[in-house]
């Protein structure tokens, strides 16, 4: 079917032009005219529109300017399409630098926004969707409004906002959306509602919204609807299922030529193949995984590949390789976490300069009536003098909240920037500067530091058994469990899920170990009736110290990471120290 489509696509490209030939043999098709099929079938045919970018850029020299910014804006689609997300961007900066149509600017602010999300770049994402929202409400169009609410819904998507997404595909089915919006529109919808467990693999929404997709040409688009259906299979263990319905897309998958969805499809190609036993081809899919994700080295494709490569090795009994997964599937899920707590930040950011700039609107109205208030009582008897006097005051105590609230607000960014919003320790960034200068102040003074990692046992299963909010509550208590033990020049952070980091100024490796011996009591100890559930809360600790490992932050990390696995090894819930590989010789 997909074939036929595409084949019907291509004639009636190829009837256009001889069309156009026909009707007038002296002239080509204008660039007008070839600018109109391009924007028809950007997402489509995208293989076409390259072509069509080609013959546009070899008429460049008869271009108007406006012409040469919409090349611009179809050269980076393209460029994004092949996996060129920089390019991408360079393409609509320079096309946004150099038109005036507001309905362009739109149309590359909204492309910007999807971009700089694929790039993990979340914060420039925000604001130019922001910029994109604020244009489609001037512009006003019903095409507009649907479009943006798109990309807004997109864009939250990605962001792990599902709830608010949601709430922007759910308020345009009302309009009766056809063609290629309905099309984005249905997979939208279908991608959050899986994030958030609100529908059934086995929902004929699935089914029915990529036949429609294919119905319209829109091959990619439907394939990403069947990836959730497989996704939404695999969360229910029908792992028979998802396997059938992998191989038999397969073929239009890797025909997209999208690094980002054939990354995905290999990786849950690879988790069907694991779970039925096939290790083999489980682990050659994975590694194929890995290879589209090469430009994303950190996505959820790649860690899921690095996860399963671990388990195939650990099971086959080869260690060494099953290690080297390991160090890389941790490497890669820290950087996958820490993606998603940029997101969060990025959208605190967001939100917060936007109440900031409405708050400083307020102000500037405010201050602006004051001041057409005092030219009139500047014009007024001695008497509005005294209301002179007063307004000043009004002014002076407006400057003042202004004030008090900016630097309030800069305040709280500070604090969203630094701490970890759910235990209050130091988020990893800010742990990792304040770990460099304490440190280098030990090692100025020649003072011993001791340095110590964590993480809690078995926490998934905690999340899987009891949920997140229960795991939420297990965070907090661990975190003030370890703050009730800490001096005052100590320094712990939360740097993963549920992994944390603590330094000991002016302690040595016995220190070290005592103190960790005594957090990990301390969390053993934690009383979880107030949780709802009764369970048991352990930690395993690695320890080591500057005398072992230097003052270098990066060393102190491994070696101690090091020591946390051997103590995961070696049975959980216990404090191991990191020993120089002679000793252990």
Known sequence: ?????????????????????????????????????????RSSDPKRLVDLVVKIRERQSKLTPEQNASLSYFEGYARGYSGDQQGAIDKYLWALNNTQNKQLIYRLSLSMANTYALMRNWYQGLVSLEKALLIGNELGT???????????????????????????????????????????????????????NEINSKSDKFTNG???????????????????????????????????????NFPDILNTQYKLLIAETYALKAETLLRSGQ???ASEHAIKALLFSEDSKFSQPAVQALRILFEIKLAEKNFE?????????????????????????????????????????????????????????????????????YLMIVIASSLVLWTYNLKRNQARLK????FDGLTGLNNRRHFNESAESLLKYCNGEGQEASFIMFDLDKFKLINDTYGHL????????????????????????????????????????EEGRNFAQQCR???????????????????????????LSNYELKQLMYDSDLALYQAKENGRNQVVCWKPPAEVL
């Open 321 to 389: 390789d099953a290690i080297k997964f390991q160090k890389k599937y941790v490497i890669a899920e820290r950087a996958y976490l820490n993606d998603q707590t940029s997101k969060q930040l990025a959208y605190q950011r967001t939100r917060m300069e936007v109440l900031e700039k409405n708050q400083q609107i307020a102000n500037l109205n405010q201050k602006n009536q004051v001041l057409q208030l005092q030219e009139k009582l500047t014009r007024e008897t001695s008497e509005n003098r005294r209301l002179f006097v």
């Open 210 to 248: 990529a036949k429609y997709c294919l119905q319209i040409s829109e091959t990619l688009i439907a394939n990403f609807i069947y990836i959730n259906q497989i996704k939404s299979l695999i969360s229910e263990n029908k792992y028979a299922f998802a396997a059938d319905l992998l191989d038999s």
């Open 470 to 509: 229960v795991g939420d509550w297990v965070l907090k208590q661990t975190a003030n469990a370890i703050k009730k033990q800490g001096r005052k020049n100590d320094l712990i952070g939360r740097i993963g899920g549920e992994e944390f980091a603590i330094i000991l100024p002016a302690c040595g490796i």
């Open 1 to 41: 079917m997909k074939q036929v489509v595409q084949v019907i696509n291509h004639l009636i490209f190829s009837f256009f032009l001889i069309f156009t030939s026909v009707v007038n043999a002296s002239e080509p098709p204008s660039v007008q005219e070839l600018l109109t099929v391009a924007d028809s079938i």
């Open 142 to 196: 019903q095409d507009t409004i649907i479009e943006s609410a798109l990309v807004a819904a997109i864009f939250y998507n990605q962001l792990g906002q599902y709830e608010l997404a949601l709430s922007y595909v759910e308020r345009l089915f009302p309009n009766k959306l056809q063609g290629r919006n309905r099309c984005i529109a249905l997979h939208l919808e279908l991608e959050a509602k899986v994030k958030l």
């Open 415 to 418: 604090k969203l920037a630094e």
């Open 521 to 547: 009591q301390a969390i053993e100890a934690i009383d979880t009736t107030d949780s709802g559930h009764k369970f048991v809360i352990t930690a395993s600790f690695g320890v080591t110290c500057s005398q």
């Open 279 to 281: 290790t083999t081809l």
